[in-house]
């Protein structure tokens, strides 16, 4: 093997080069909030990429609205962890003592009945719900954006992440701004034309359709205004990274 | 994004009279990062498959429905009807590292396509040459390895391999990072028409297994070819960029 001198120079500068404009923009990025909270390991510089890139893509798309006659007449509502006697209690109450709670980053914390939220304006759209296993639905989502519930709580410029939780604590998740502040993310208390089945995830369900199913959270009463993950969980952004799934499932 | 500088230069080996160049420093490089991503891919592909081994057409797709085929083997979910026991659950890892091996793929892809593009790769070593553009010079080939007779090598690819080759670097592997793209709402969100084009997204789901399978067939009769033709000194070409004289 021959390797000139001037190669070995031109290699050197090249890898230096690359180094340093790796590292202007890991900066960069994480400056823009193109870093994932999931980031770390060995799968953070693909998840890193696939964040990055998407959330750059998608600023303003909105997902795939389907016709009226291609909601799907089978809709596939998956398994849900055993029920747990609180739940059951406010399902036998018909979900009248249902509370959405915000707090954190917001200037009034509030904590909303779903009568409550019925009062905010209602939006409907028919997006297909895709799980990262393979298979999918249509079906019309009814509920209030949650932009609508951030704008009445009065959030704080400085917020950077919206944290939303199940009833039953072990599920939570997080999205950041650009998918809280979207007008098809849908805190959703209806589905097909009725009220949103509890094998669906009602009485409230969080319906982020740029997303796979397993962001769509079932069961959720509470939301919290964050400007860091840091000190929610394990600081990895949901309970999905700590039981080995990606923060974010744009893909 | 890290810029990958590769040599434009067309690497002069300076080898011994009974050695010849084979393969430059681009193509050795580039094909041994596609052999570990394809491996990455696949593992993880048959893991993910295995959270729903059905296949549909068309937009949506379930347990619900009436399946285009089912693979007869376990799932790793209980919801789905197998008749087999249900396997651990892989699907976390497999999907961090599915999208990560599909992006150093992608970023080997185009640092080989354009160092090709550049150094005359592609012109010289895969475009048949335009004498050889026609069905006879396929099925002279065709019919040499038919009859098993030797087919002269000559240190370039004849006009099958070309084509094969060709086949998996803009045919195979761009439809394969398509449709798996067209997997992802995000991405949806922003080319709906890539998945309209390919019938839907259950459709892109099965167009991208048949892919992995027709991907697999390549492998395995490159495999085969390279055995036949001496997969030692073949394989010692892809790693060194020599081969010997005798053993062309």
Redesign the interface.
Known sequence: ??MTRR?MIA?TV??G???S??GV?ARLARRYGLVPPDSGGI?G???T??YAT?RL??TH????E?SRN?I?K???A??IPPLKEEFKRHQAAGFKEWKLTIDGMVAHPASLSLADLKTLPKRSQIT?L?????????AEWIGTPLFEVLHAAGMLPQARYVVYRSIDRDWWESIDMADAMHPQTLLTYGMNDDDLPVKFGGPLRLRL????GYKSLKFVDSITVTDSMKHFGKGLGSSSPE????WYA?? | MTPCYAPVVPTTVAAPATERSRHSAVVRMTHWITVLCFAALLVTGVEILLSHPRFYWGETGNVNMQPLFTLHVPSSRSMVPTGYAVLPDQNGWSRYLHFEAAWLLVLTGIVYVLASLWNGHLRRDLLPAREQRNWKAYTAVLGRYLHRAPVKEDGAYNVVQRAAYLGVIFGLLPLLIWTGLALSPAFASVAPRAVEALGGRQSARTLDFFATIALVLFFVVHVVMVTLAGFWSRTRAMVTGVVKEEQL
């Not at chain 1, 798309?61 to 795939?64: F, G, V």
């Not at chain 1, 895709?130 to 249509?138: F, K, R």
């Open positions: 093997m021959s190669r290699a090249a890898a080069a690359g180094v404009v790796a923009a799968y510089p693909g998840e990429l696939t998407q893509m998608t798309s909105t997902a795939r389907f291609m799907s089978a809709p596939f998956n398994e297909e895709a799980c990262e296993e393979g298979w999918s639905y249509i359709p740029r997303q796979l039981g080995g799934y990606a744009g893909i």
